[in-house]
């Protein structure tokens, strides 16, 4: 007998990006999560209709401006959802991934099957990402539209100074922001990816990625650290507001960007190393 | 099972441990402990007045290091209307850092007597004298010489004229740093920003108020305060003297000329006069010292061109002088108190204690530096340049203005009057770039504006126009940022006020500034008949408000870094960095069929064996052994049991037979392929190990299906039917995992374990949970499975299971082999494979 493998069995083909999509879409905190995304738009709008925001003599923020106009409206979407929801979002899709199965004992069978480690890691990965960018693009969708229903089409007004700008010009601003947006969670989502290797719960992958944001938010508030604060995980989150102003201004964004991609190549490497050679006793 | 042991989370604490205490060590070597400091408090009796006759007795506090000395001296003065307690944390603070700082009410302020003289040279410049004298005797200050101490004098406004004065009439100050202080009082409270001078300038009315105001502020409460100390025990009641209601604590000389102005609205050549005698101006040339200049740039009190005119005249001497427009002012703004007491502890640092340290650029300007990524919170950001330009900056830029000419109405009586700023309640207002009190009203004022800006215009100094104004007349010139859409921002909230003379042209120097115009915004020059801060005409009137010339000019410091720097290295170093320790990561460490020792024994091609074991050998983490040198081999054909007691190893050999786990010694091969995670030969493997392991959130079928296609083999290879037909599962197959029960999922494993009809089936314990009939049907389908050339390794502790269907075992004690072989010998020696099993594995059944 020559044959080495099974009959059809190519390393390369095993787990194919499809059939982990269907894997993972079926799951009910996968609905879930789109779900409240795509509902929280709705909430807002309602609770802005309940109470409109009042206008004082002081500069106006995002929030007072969030019914000027569906940019505005879409603005503010990301401005209460970058700093919680879409980490948690994040933290699930990246978290849940490998630990769960873990959880399932189905991650044995993956292996033996054998689909080998280092692909399993990257399918896994990639959707993973993939239904996180999905969570980061339909929320800002959706605020768009319900901004566009509720509070009409209208030219973006900046926070900080009520300057107008053209709804034509910002929009493909937006694009910015939301890129920006999937690169700043990357930090996030490196770090669940390493913990749901490294734990059999999902929970813990999720709740210890959910943990480093609030940890690091709580750090940022100490201004006697300086520059420091500079290398936090969370600390440009919401320097995409640099691109709501007359000019854009990159500099907040290109650090930000670099400490995200920074820990993530590093987390990443580490969820590789430890699944490379980790004895699975699940 | 876990092969995690004690020993590494020991580690892991003591790990964590050395690091809380690394950080508390750095904490405690980086946090210097508190230098102790000493207060002596104490009053001072000086003597002062042209004739040196007036006895006045100053309430001081000396605050030095309790360690050390002689320390060099700072005097540090207060502000109008205050008093020394006002000084007394910034005194600690430069005391903790090694000076003896001597804090006093000045002449007419807190419990000090006297009346205010108003920094004059006859009165509080004489009494600073007399404390520099004191300062000399005290054995803490270090010596120049005798009687003259090593001494700095510091503070703001007031207490910042005090030091330029002292410094002009006192060889013995050695380096001041004033703050937020004027170089002409005149100019200061007459400003005229067509340079005709004081003697034509327009009456700055409600700081001059203000400023009046706050010296008879506390006349009651420092009455009641001097008779509580000595009057009260001789039962005199509180006595205020005559006029003090009206003048406060002011020398009635001063007082009397101030209510002569306010009440006429123009400045008496004997104010001008008297003011001037109060002012550094008047003593131009003679101040020598090394001069830290702090300007507010918030201040519509003592503007930007009071510190410049004062750098011009120290530096005509030769001293070193440094400049800082800092983001406060008398009409408040941050205030940057911590970096301000920084900047004057340098300043004392090299040129009283005369250390070598650096004192930062020679003018440094503060500017909004956009928001802080972390809290959103406004951050300021300091500029600077290696040389202090004046106002006029190191270059200019011609802007055209456009606007025909403009008739403008004075209102009778000057009200309702435009507001530029609001003195003294700019910091309520929050004072910061955005935020503009400026209001113009309507019919008061003309406007000129500039083409929208191409590109971005950092104004640094004062610009100037030319302007054409009939009749003669008093207007306010003003330059607001105005972006598209949006009413103009006056930034600072700064107004020029021009007397136009008859003639009618008047050349404008417009309040120095540092503001950044944006691109699209435009420059919109304003002039008003009216100002809320300034005494105006009360006669109706109306002006022709004309440019002389359209040429605004305005001065730039590209000096000061005003271009964008590109990002820092680090940004593009942080991410390289990452890849690099990534790389090493993934490189480095523990990989997947590391050699182990028994690889290098020449292994002959056994491509038709099923399964070879060879001297495998598996460690918990805690060092017991799970697996022990463990040797046997399955041919073809063969439906092997693997039999022994709870912790046999059984489980652990299966887990390495399918690449989970790996060993530390031996090798497992599979039709003469190593085994090792992912490789590729466990394709031929189907296994069902330690319970199911399915997604709960499909259905049966979904299940089966899902992981078939995650093998990547073609469907036609799986053999779906014949296996859903073993799980025997029914309706139940279309219902998600999650409902089954134990015996349903157990079945359902084994189907999926013999997906593909694999090679070699291991199957792990496969009867639990079954029912009798279903235990039957089982051992059916593995004899009728082996049958077929294929290989089958079941382990159980159902000996009589094993004994029903297995033609070969293989009896494990401890991670040790036992016995090996046919079921047959075995029982042939012993009646009963049971027996046979007891026997070989001792007491441990």
Known sequence: MTVKTAPGYRPGRTLPLRVEFVRQFLRRRTLLMFGLLLLLPWILAVAFMVGRPSQGNRAPNLSDLATASALNFTAFTLFVSVGFLLVVAVAMFCGDTVASEANWSSLRYLLAAPVPRGRLLRQKLVVALTYSAAAIVILPLMALLVGTVMFGWDDIQLPGTGQTLGAADVLPRFGIVIAYAMISQLVVAGLAFYLSVTTDSPLGAVGGAVGLVIISNIVEAVEALGVWREVLPTYWAMAWLDVIQLEISWAGMIKGSAVSVSYAVIFIALAFRRFRTKDVVS | ?845
């Open chain 2, 1 to 845: 099972m876990r092969f995690r042991g004690t020993l590494s989370r020991q580690r892991r604490i003591v790990a964590v441990v050395l690091a809380l205490l690394l950080a508390g060590g750095l904490t405690w070597l980086l946090v210097p402990g508190e230098t102790p400091v000493r207060t002596f408090e104490q009053r001072i009796e000086v003597v002062d007045g042209p004739a040196d006759d007036q006895r006045v007795s100053l309430d001081t506090a000396l605050h030095v290091p309790e360690t050390g000395g002689p320390h060099p001296a700072v005097l540090l003065g207060h502000g109008f209307g205050s008093s020394k307690e006002a000084m007394r944390p910034q005194a600690l603070r430069l005391a903790a850092e090694g000076y003896a700082v001597l804090t006093w009410s000045a002449r007419g302020f807190g419990r000090s007597t006297g009346e205010i003289a108003l920094n004059s040279p006859d009165y509080e410049v004489k009494d600073t004298k007399q404390l520099v004298d004191w300062l000399a005797r005290r054995p803490e200050v270090r010596l120049d010489a005798p009687g003259d101490p090593r001494v700095g004098m510091a503070g703001g406004s007031y207490g910042g004229a005090i030091a330029l004065l002292t410094a002009a009439h006192d060889t013995r100050i050695d380096a001041i740093v004033p703050q937020i202080t004027w170089y002409d009082l005149a100019d200061s409270l007459f400003p005229n920003a067509a340079g005709t001078g004081a003697a034509e300038g327009v009456f700055k009315k409600a700081w001059a108020g203000l400023f009046f105001g706050a010296g008879g502020a506390d006349v009651r409460s420092a009455a009641l305060a001097r008779t509580a100390e000595g009057g009260a025990a001789r039962g005199e009641g509180p006595a205020i003297p005559q006029g003090t209601v009206q003048c406060g604590r002011f020398l009635p000389a001063i007082c009397e000329i101030y209510q002569k102005v306010a009440e006429s609205g123009r400045p008496t050549p004997e104010a001008v006069e008297l003011l001037r005698r109060s002012s550094p101006s008047s003593v131009q040339g003679r101040v020598k010292v090394p001069t830290l200049l702090l300007q507010g740039l918030n201040d519509s009190l003592f503007p930007i061109d009071q510190a410049d005119a004062n750098a011009k005249a120290i530096a005509a001497t030769g001293a070193p002088v440094e400049v800082a427009w800092f983001d406060g002012g008398h009409d408040g703004g941050d205030g940057e108190a911590d970096r301000l007491h920084e900047l004057t502890r340098g300043w004392f640092d090299r040129w009283l204690a005369r250390e070598s340290v650096e004192t930062g650029p020679a003018f440094a300007v503060t500017r909004p530096g956009g928001r802080d990524p972390g809290t959103r919170r406004l951050v300021l950001q300091i500029t600077g340049a290696d040389r202090y330009p004046g106002i006029s900056g190191t270059a200019t830029r011609e802007l055209s203005l456009t606007g025909e000419r403009q008739e403008i109405a004075n209102p009778a009586g000057g009200s309702p009057a435009s507001i530029s700023s609001v003195p003294g309640f700019g910091s309520l207002l929050g004072g910061f770039a955005g935020a503009s009190t400026a209001l113009d009203m309507p019919g008061q004022s003309a406007v000129f504006e500039t083409a929208p800006l191409t590109e971005s215009l950092q104004l640094t100094g004062a610009s100037t126009i030319r302007l054409r104004v009939t009749p003669g007349a008093t207007v306010f010139v003003k330059l607001y940022d105005v972006s598209p859409g949006q009413p103009g921002t006056l930034p600072r909230g700064l107004a020029a006020p021009v007397r136009v003379p008859a003639s009618g042209e008047v050349s404008v120097r417009l309040p120095a500034v540092d503001h950044r115009f944006g691109v699209g915004h435009r420059l919109r020059l304003t002039v008003t008949s009216t100002d809320m801060g300034y005494a105006t005409p009360v006669a109706p009137a109306v002006y022709q408000v004309a440019l002389g010339s359209p040429t605004l000019t305005v001065p730039v410091v590209d000096e000061l870094g005003g271009a964008a720097s590109g990002p820092p290295w680090w940004t593009w170093a942080m991410p390289l960095g990452a890849v690099v320790v990534a790389a090493v990561l993934l490189l480095t460490g523990r990989r997947a069929g590391t050699p182990a020792p028994a690889d290098d024994v020449a292994v002959p091609a056994r491509e038709e064996v099923p399964l070879v074991i060879t001297g495998l050998t598996k460690r918990y983490r805690n060092g017991e052994l799970a697996v022990d040198d463990l040797s046997f081999r399955v041919e073809r054909g063969q439906v092997l049991g693997l039999l022994g007691p709870n912790g046999a190893g059984k489980t652990t050999t299966l887990r390495m037979l399918m690449g989970l786990i790996v060993p530390d010694a031996g090798q497992i091969q599979i039709y003469g392929q190593k085994v090792k995670p992912g490789a590729s030969v466990l394709s031929r493997l189907g296994s069902f190990v330690e319970g199911p392991g399915f997604l709960p959130h499909l259905s049966g079928r979904a299940n089966l299906k899902l992981y078939w296609q995650a093998t990547g083999r073609p469907a036609d290879e799986a053999h779906m039917d014949e296996a859903l037909e073993i799980a025997d599962l029914g309706a139940a197959l279309e219902r998600p995992v999650r409902t089954y029960s134990q015996g349903m999922r157990q079945r359902l494993a084994i189907a999926q374990a013999m997906l593909g009809l694999p090679d070699l089936l291991v199957l792990d314990e496969p009867t639990n949970g079954l029912d009798p009939p279903q235990i039957r049907e089982m051992r059916r389908v593995l004899i009728d499975y082996a049958a077929t050339g294929r290989t089958v390794i079941v382990s159980s502790h159902l000996l009589a299971e094993v004994e029903l269907t297995c033609t070969h075992v293989v009896v494990m004690r401890r991670g040790r082999l036992i016995a090996a072989g046919e079921v047959k010998e075995l029982i042939a020696s012993e009646r009963h494979l049971e027996d046979a099993f007891l026997t070989l594995i001792g007491d441990e059944a």
